[in-house]
């Protein structure tokens, strides 16, 4: 009973680790997602800006130049477009690189979920079947009791044998017996045998 009683404190306390783990899991892969959804805010809002810029370059690359100041000023305005799209593009590139560690992290975490789901599974069916197993053995430990009380009390009250004996054995035990000599008891108490023997002996001592 009481090993049983242990495997189930044991089997509790692995279940509480594993759903604590799975909490921990859970709470790190929200939070990859949210930092996911973020990049992809960001990514839509550097590509937006390229896309804006590359306008700009095309426009001045299409306007007609006219003098030598305004074609200077052309040439540095597209530099410092460009400039800043290649500055966006390496952002862009950044970004998909952290995107993309998100999504593994994401992945393994779904792996690691699932496989904490199944060992949860595992621990809740162990746990209720040591549950049960020791309800029974309870159970059953009780009827044990109830039975030796039971077989006590018969003991006592002589229940069980003739009449004759049940009453010699409560005259002597309430002393209204005197000058017969100590009176030790059936026979029945007083010897012991094999279990195979049992039957017999019964049979004999009727």
């Known amino acids: 009973l009481e090993n049983v009683r242990k495997r189930l404190e044991a089997a509790q306390g692995d279940y509480i680790a594993l759903r604590d783990e799975y909490t921990a899991h859970i709470t790190n892969r929200d939070s990859a997602i949210k930092e996911i959804d973020s ?30 100041e305004k074609s200077v000023s052309i040439a540095q305005d597209i530099s410092e477009y460009r400039a800043i799209l290649d500055e966006m593009t390496d952002k862009a590139d950044k970004s998909a690189i952290v995107l993309a560690k998100y999504e593994a992290s994401i992945n393994d975490l779904e792996a690691k979920l699932a496989d904490v789901e ?57 002393g209204e017996i005197n000058g017969a000599g100590k009176i030790y008891g059936p026979i029945s108490t007083l010897i012991g ?10 049979t004999a001592l009727g």
Not at 139 to 167: C, H, P, R
Request: glycine share 4%.
């Open 118 to 174: 199944t060992n949860i599974e595992e621990k809740t069916k162990t746990y209720e079947r040591l549950r049960d197993e020791l309800s029974g053995l309870k159970s059953k430990n009780l009827a044990l009791d109830e039975k030796i009380k039971a077989l006590k009390s018969m003991e006592e009250l002589f229940e069980g044998y003739t009449k004759s004996v049940a009453f010699v054995m409560n005259s002597y035990k309430n």
């Open 39 to 68: 990049l992809f805010d960001e990514q839509k809002n550097i590509e937006s800006q390229r896309d804006e810029i590359k306008v700009r370059i095309s426009v001045i690359e299409n306007s007609e130049s006219s003098g030598k």
């Open 193 to 202: 045998v094999d279990q195979k023997y049992v039957t017999a002996i019964e």
